[in-house]
């Protein structure tokens, strides 16, 4: 087996909090049948409003009336500006230490699938999502956006953006996110993955995989 180079991360969900804990809060407070939102998210995954969003192909205002009309469709009117108001999560302190002690001896990488900051899109609206804290994002060598690449996960190309930057065959690299239909086309290409549910047990079969101590 091939020692690992690299350590690729999805940020929300993974690096945060999960947004999806936000939206079942967010449903249950209004009365939604739970995941309901992850539902309208995962309805023509390919080219939904969410989808489209991450590529950069629409901005805020047509991804709120798309969002809108989709949901309507499914049978709960949601604007799409209230599910971009839950998308900030809360930084994991076990994970932040991990990005520090591998800094400097692995190549480290952000693999996100994100949008446009809203404070640039909507200055009249109170909307933010994570991942604009420098500190953090200083950690990484390098970070491979959806909405700069015009490329999502779980499209393969998108792995390849990240591999190529690397310099790095995929037996190389190990990628932790918690979402499976976003780690299986990396192990397809060959890299070890690790589906993060729980922080503690996902940092477990990090460490395992690395030359150096994370724990």
């Given at each position: 087996?091939?020692?690992?180079?690299?350590?690729?991360?999805?940020?929300?969900?993974?690096?945060?909090?999960?947004?999806?804990?936000?939206?079942?809060?967010?449903?249950?407070?209004?009365?939604?049948?739970?995941?309901?939102?992850?539902?309208?998210?995962?309805?023509?995954?390919?080219?939904?409003?969410?989808?489209?969003?991450?590529?950069?192909?629409?901005?805020?205002?047509?991804?709120?009336?798309?969002?809108?009309?989709?949901?309507?469709?499914?049978?709960?009117?949601?604007?799409?500006?209230?599910?971009?108001?839950?998308?900030?999560?809360?930084?994991?302190?076990?994970?932040?230490?991990?990005?520090?002690?591998?800094?400097?001896?692995?190549?480290?990488?952000?693999?996100?699938?994100?949008?446009?900051?809203?404070?640039?899109?909507?200055?009249?609206?109170?909307?933010?999502?994570?991942?604009?804290?420098?500190?953090?994002?200083?950690?990484?060598?390098?970070?491979?956006?959806?909405?700069?690449?015009?490329?999502?996960?779980?499209?393969?190309?998108?792995?390849?953006?990240?591999?190529?930057?690397?310099?790095?065959?995929?037996?190389?690299?190990?990628?932790?996110?918690d979402l499976g239909i976003n780690l299986k086309p990396a192990k397809a290409l060959g890299m070890h993955t690790i589906k993060?549910?729980?922080?503690?047990?996902?940092?477990?079969?990090?460490?395992?995989?690395?030359?150096?101590?994370?724990?």
């Amino acid at each position: 087996m091939q020692s690992i180079k690299a350590v690729f991360w999805d940020f929300g969900g993974v690096i945060t909090t999960s947004p999806f804990d936000s939206f079942n809060l967010y449903e249950e407070k209004n009365n939604l049948e739970k995941d309901f939102i992850r539902r309208v998210n995962s309805t023509n995954p390919d080219t939904n409003a969410w989808a489209k969003l991450e590529r950069n192909e629409i901005d805020l205002r047509e991804f709120d009336d798309l969002f809108l009309t989709e949901s309507t469709n499914l049978g709960n009117p949601i604007p799409g500006i209230d599910v971009i108001s839950l998308l900030q999560g809360q930084l994991r302190p076990e994970m932040i230490q991990a990005l520090q002690l591998i800094k400097g001896n692995l190549i480290q990488a952000c693999l996100t699938n994100n949008i446009v900051s809203p404070e640039t899109q909507l200055s009249d609206q109170n909307v933010s999502i994570a991942g604009k804290n420098e500190e953090v994002m200083a950690l990484f060598d390098f970070v491979i956006a959806s909405s700069e690449q015009n490329v999502r996960k779980p499209d393969p190309a998108f792995y390849h953006l990240a591999l190529d930057r690397a310099g790095i065959n995929p037996e190389e690299a190990v990628f932790l996110d918690d979402l499976g239909i976003n780690l299986k086309p990396a192990k397809a290409l060959g890299m070890h993955t690790i589906k993060v549910t729980n922080p503690q047990d996902a940092l477990k079969e990090l460490n395992a995989l690395l030359s150096i101590d994370i724990l």
